[in-house]
């Protein structure tokens, strides 16, 4: 168990100190300015039947001004959020600004699991637990929601039932197209992926994946051949004596050509398992152990950036948008 | 002083790392920024295509990324704007298709003379990674056959006359990982010679660099190089120059001085720990 | 049938990808192939859905220790799927909106934009925002000095850290000459990066492609079958 798992004072006096600070911004913040609110201004559409129709013979619509719109028309109204800086008091009184709860809301849970999330550096706490299970049952849900209606309804269901696909929720596709049956089988090369999910029969499911595996092998081993192997020693193959614009050989280049080209083989060398690193193959394979910890720092160091860009987001998000201290 | 930081409990570390970062990002520091040679290529890749050119923008990434990511990819669209150029969007991430909105929501914001399929389309997205690229580098239409919107691609002007990929002048990848721009390079940019920039977080950036030159036109490697392609805009463009909300990744930088400085610190006074140890043996 | 069957598939969509690449007669297979890898994907994930499904609720009927969060777990899982299915808040497309389900589902004030802004945004990246916490107690606990080669990547992370912010500029201004100008942190990170790290990722890349080529090839001809599990 770590040591900030262990029950202890510190942490009761950690949660009281972060609590008040947290408490007196927040106090602080709402009496200054519309902390954590939202306002939002609407947006009228309208649409008015044509009277025309389309290839799919369907009617065609088009925008009218919403003041001028009619009990046989379309209407409906979207929301543009108002950013704070720009809201004024002339536009609440108006009416044309108002404030949107259910936004408010959304700011408010978003700046909440914000802090669920960090209240874990101070020890593990049900909070925590909590937003990690939202987080593992919200992002599955949302991906599978995508997939279907963005590949399995436009690629499959439209290929094997384009009329009522278009009559449906893809008015823009070609109704008249027809069936492409041989789309049976990905349907049930799904249906087989399925049956993972049974008590007995799991074996089905080794047609599908196997698919996935011989076409993943297949495509891979062309893209990385071509990009990975031939073109990287392609690439690897520099000249070593190299002539500045001028015509005259240029030392720091050619330096570099051979550091490079030196840099490379040695490196290779110490991925040679099959050969004992002894004598001159181990010094090589030294050297390129060398180089190697130059890039793994070099990693280090941009993977460090990476991580604390993203801390100063969460932080922009928490200080900013809901806040209003920056 | 040597046992006590030895023995110290890591929320304090913790707690330095916020305050390291949370006191930039109130006193909103922000530090000038040198245009380096791989922002410069980015942008000379895309500023030195004739206006009106096809662009293929791939955004890669999602949520946990959009702090180091997001900024490139705006700047990204804004440079396209300005320029001109046609911007067909696409995602192979499922939580990458709002970051595209992000970026057309700027469009309309800022460049509302822009059309939507005139300047500007999106694909919706697809789930098959690479299988995509590789399919949509020889068939558009086999992957979408219509738009985001549910538009077919014949009945969009800026698609109509689109094959596939190898119709396109340029792609922008902007990647967190797989698929991403290693993808783009195995599948598009080697193969079929189109020139491909990218933009990637810190974790892939050092992995990019053997494709640069002839594989990988210029990559911008996490938020550093955000920030200078950001200035490198700014100097060509006094209108983004002026523009707030295209400055974000400049912003971002403050916090990563005092952060890094902080890390330095924290190496070498682990180290002293180590080395002051190992002479008394404890090590 | 159990393992023969899926071994000749395995085999046949992995030639027609390959073989499409030198014989264009079969590059339509292949084209199909990869759309029904597309569409395939998606069962995967139908997949993984199921199974979040099944062991959160194994963990609640046994009622094992921390079973209140898989009901959590479960709850949200259902309540997306339910938002985002039955697009909820979803207006219709501005070019059909006589079609009330050809809306775009993500459409900014939607049920699942809602979702998505307010749950999926905030959650997924502060969780990865807690790892510049974990790499700074790392740097401080783990990162030592203990040989040449750690040393090497201590002192070559310090320059690529401070040479990636105004500080690899700052700490060489106005003292350094002209021609010693590449020591400064920012220069000689570029130096870094295009040299000794290139040098090592190409390694490390020709490495793992071989590797993937080995692999790729074991599956192609049928010598690994790891993939069709046990009998």
């Known amino acids: 168990m770590s040591d900030t798992d262990k029950p202890n004072k510190s942490n009761s006096l950690i949660w009281g100190i972060l609590f008040v600070i947290g ?155 027809p069936a492409e049956l041989l789309y049976i089988i990905p349907a049930l090369l799904i249906v087989m992926l399925l049956w993972q999910l049974m008590p007995s029969g799991g ?124 | 002083m040597y046992r ?158 689109i094959k596939n990929i190898q119709d396109m002048d340029l792609i922008i990848n902007v990647s967190a990982g797989d698929p991403g721009t290693k993808q783009w390079v195995q599948f598009a940019a080697t193969p079929f010679g189109i020139t491909t920039v990218s933009g990637c977080t810190g974790v892939q950036a050092p992995q990019m660099y053997p494709y640069i030159p002839e594989q990988l036109a210029g990559v911008l490697g996490a938020i550093k190089a955000a920030a200078e392609y950001e200035a490198a805009i700014d100097e060509v463009y006094p209108s983004i120059a002026a523009n707030k909300k295209a400055q974000e990744a400049k912003r971002r930088m403050g916090p990563q001085l005092v952060a890094h400085s902080m890390m330095i610190v924290f190496i070498l006074v682990g180290n002293w720990i180590f080395f002051v140890a190992r002479k008394r043996g404890e090590a | 049938m159990k393992r023969t069957v899926p071994l000749a598939i395995a085999i046949v969509a992995g030639f027609v990808l390959l073989v499409a690449n030198f014989i264009p007669y079969a590059e339509d297979w292949s084209l199909t192939a990869q759309e029904w890898f597309n569409i395939l994907a998606v069962g995967a994930m139908l997949l993984g859905g199921g199974n979040l499904i099944k062991l959160h609720l194994m963990k609640i009927s046994s009622k094992k220790a921390g079973w209140g969060y898989s009901a959590v777990t479960i709850l949200c899982f259902f309540l997306v799927i339910v938002v985002g299915l039955l697009q909820m808040g979803v207006h219709p497309s501005p070019n059909y909106p006589d079609f009330a389900w050809s809306g775009y589902v993500l459409e900014e004030g939607s049920g699942l934009w809602w979702i998505y802004a307010h749950m999926v945004v905030p959650l997924t990246s502060t969780m990865f925002a807690m790892l510049a916490f974990y790499v700074a107690t790392a740097a401080f606990r783990a990162f030592r000095a203990k040989n040449t080669e750690a040393t090497l990547l201590l002192v070559t992370a310090g320059i690529v850290l401070l040479g990636r912010t105004y500080a690899g500029v700052w700490l060489f201004e106005g003292w350094l000459p002209e021609s010693m100008q590449w020591l400064r942190f920012d220069n000689l990170t570029v130096w870094i990066m295009e040299i000794p790290n290139t040098a090592g990722t190409r390694a490390i890349t020709i490495g793992i492609a071989l590797g993937v080529v080995a692999t790729s090839l074991r599956i192609l001809l049928g010598i690994d079958r790891s993939y069709l599990g046990q009998d």
Not at chain 1, 86 to 112: K, Q, Y
Not at chain 1, 151 to 175: E, H, R, T, Y
Not at chain 1, 268 to 296: P, Q, R
Not at chain 2, 55 to 78: W, Y
Request: proline share 5%.
């Open chain 1, 23 to 177: 408490g007196l911004m927040l106090v602080w913040s709402m009496s200054t300015s519309r902390t954590g609110q939202v306002w939002v201004t609407p947006e009228h559409h309208a649409f008015s039947d044509t009277g025309e129709v389309n290839d799919n013979n369907d009617a065609v619509w088009k925008s009218i001004d919403p003041t001028a719109a009619t009990t046989t028309d379309i209407t409906w109204t979207t929301y543009e959020v108002v950013p704070v800086s720009e809201l004024i008091p002339a536009m609440i009184d108006s009416g044309d600004a108002t404030l949107s709860w259910s936004r408010t809301i959304g700011l408010w849970l978003s700046a909440i699991f914000t802090l669920f999330i960090l209240s874990f550096l101070v020890g593990d706490n049900p909070a925590y637990k909590f937003a990690e299970a939202m987080v593992v049952g919200t992002s599955a849900g949302y991906v599978l929601v995508i997939s279907i209606w963005d590949v399995f309804i436009p690629n499959l269901l439209g290929k094997l039932f384009p009329a009522m696909v278009q009559g449906w929720s893809l008015p823009g596709m070609d109704a008249s197209a």
């Open chain 1, 203 to 326: 074996w089905i499911s080794r047609w599908p994946i196997a698919f996935f595996i011989g076409v993943t092998a297949g495509y891979r081993m062309i893209g990385y051949v071509e990009a990975d192997l031939v073109a990287q020693i392609k690439a690897g193959m520099v000249p070593l004596w190299v002539t500045g614009d001028t015509g005259e050989f240029d030392f720091w280049l050619s330096f570099n050509a051979c550091l490079l080209t030196i840099a490379t083989l040695s490196a290779m060398v110490y991925f040679f398992f099959s050969i004992e690193h002894k004598g001159l193959v181990g010094k090589v394979a030294k050297v390129g152990i060398w180089f190697l910890m130059i890039t793994f720092g070099a990693s280090f160091g941009y993977t460090v950036m990476g991580r604390i860009a993203l801390l100063a987001q969460r932080l922009e998000f928490l200080f900013g948008d809901w806040l209003h201290l920056i």
């Open chain 2, 4 to 161: 006590i930081l030895k023995d110290l409990d890591r929320r304090w570390i913790f707690l330095a790392m916020f305050l390291a970062v949370a006191i930039p990002v109130l006193a909103r520091l922000v530090f000038p920024e040198v245009v380096s040679k791989q922002a410069k290529m980015v942008f000379d890749a895309i500023d030195d295509l004739p206006d009106g050119s096809n662009i293929l923008l791939a955004f890669d990434f999602d949520p946990a990324s959009q702090g180091e990511l997001l900024p490139m990819a705006q700047a990204f669209t804004r440079h396209c704007s300005i320029k001109g150029h046609k911007q067909y969007y696409m995602a192979l991430w499922p939580l990458g298709s709002p970051m595209v909105d992000l970026s057309i929501d700027t469009i309309e914001d800022e460049y509302p003379d822009m059309v939507y399929g005139e300047d500007y389309m999106k694909f919706s997205y697809k789930a098959g990674g690479e299988a995509v690229i590789r399919m949509i580098m020889q068939d558009l239409r086999g992957m979408f056959p219509l738009d985001s919107k549910g538009t077919q691609l014949d009945d969009i002007p800026m698609t109509k006359n």
